[in-house]
């Protein structure tokens, strides 16, 4: 059993995605349901080698895939990272796809983090697209603004624009990444959340800290087959977007209470 992996394109400076011989083939399984691990916010510390090691075995044994959803280090530092992809290179052996998120930034150093990840195997998505046994792979950060009629709008002060800004170019590029992708089954991989149900637990001030409406929108065109995403900690596990599309947040300490820190859905 192998993975068919088809690199759509590839733009932005984290995560060049050039690795095709990394996969195995799964032509086989491109009509058979995918078994689908994810988790976020593993938060991966300077001395954090070993804590999710046993849960990418069991992941690699139960599931055909493996996504990251941001927050995958602490600080955003190379040598957290490194402790990562430590317990990645020892007990991952499916594809893996992994988006930063904030924490990945704290630093100043996502290209370095993102090129860790990508010398052990795993595809960062900065924006871009990703087909893997006949499934599309979308996947960016993402940002906050808010959600609904309550979205922050470009309006007043520079900072406030220049935010703004920023949580229109992320929902821009997903854009782009899903209009590449021409598979039956496309899935938006975010570390912020495109809606505001799977926020219920966090405190409603933070709310629009933890994702925004703009990135709903082009999952909603694209007709997107599922989305996941992180960054809600005290979140809930399950929403869906206005059309009715399953969001799945994959925070792990929201899916400890599931006695697992990850989840497999398959699709
Ligand atoms: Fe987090
Ligand atoms: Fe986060």
């Known amino acids: ?18 690795r095709e011989q990394r996969f195995r083939c799964l032509r086989q399984m491109a009509k058979e349901a995918l078994r689908i691990a994810a988790t976020a916010d593993v938060h991966y510390a300077k001395h954090s080698r070993g804590m999710f090691h046993d849960a990418f075995a069991e992941i ?5 895939m493996l996504l990251l959803c941001g927050d995958l280090t602490d600080y955003g530092l190379p040598e957290e ?30 290209e370095l983090i993102a090129k860790v990840l990508d010398d052990a195997g795993v595809n960062v998505l900065n924006g871009e697209a ?18 609904g ?9 520079p900072l406030i624009k220049q935010f ?20 039956e089954k496309r899935i938006a991989v975010l570390h912020y959340s495109p809606i505001r149900a799977t926020l219920q637990g966090e405190d409603p001030e933070i709310y629009a800290f933890l994702g925004s409406s703009r990135l709903e929108e082009p999952i909603n065109r694209f007709k997107v ?29 929201a899916l400890t209470k599931t006695g697992k820190p990850y989840r497999i859905v398959e699709l």
């Open 225 to 253: 087959t599922a989305v996941f995403h992180g960054h809600a900690h005290n979140g809930i596990l399950d929403g869906k977007t206005s059309t009715g599309i399953p969001v799945y947040n994959v925070s792990a300490p």
């Open 149 to 157: 009629r309550r979205m922050l709008n470009a309006w007043g002060e």
């Open 164 to 183: 703004v800004q920023e949580s229109i170019s992320h929902a821009v590029r997903l854009e782009q990444a899903l209009a590449k992708l021409q598979s």
């Open 1 to 18: 059993m192998g993975v068919m992996q088809t690199i759509l394109f590839a733009v932005g400076p984290v995560g060049s995605v050039h």
């Open 130 to 147: 990703i087909e893997i046994a006949g499934v599309g792979f979308a996947g960016i950060a993402g940002f906050g603004g808010g959600f």
């Open 81 to 110: 990272a490194q402790e990562l992809v430590a317990d990645i290179r020892a007990a991952v052996r499916i594809p893996t796809i992994a988006v930063l998120g904030n924490h990945d930034f704290e630093s100043g150093q996502p």
């Open 60 to 64: 690699s044994s139960s599931a055909d």
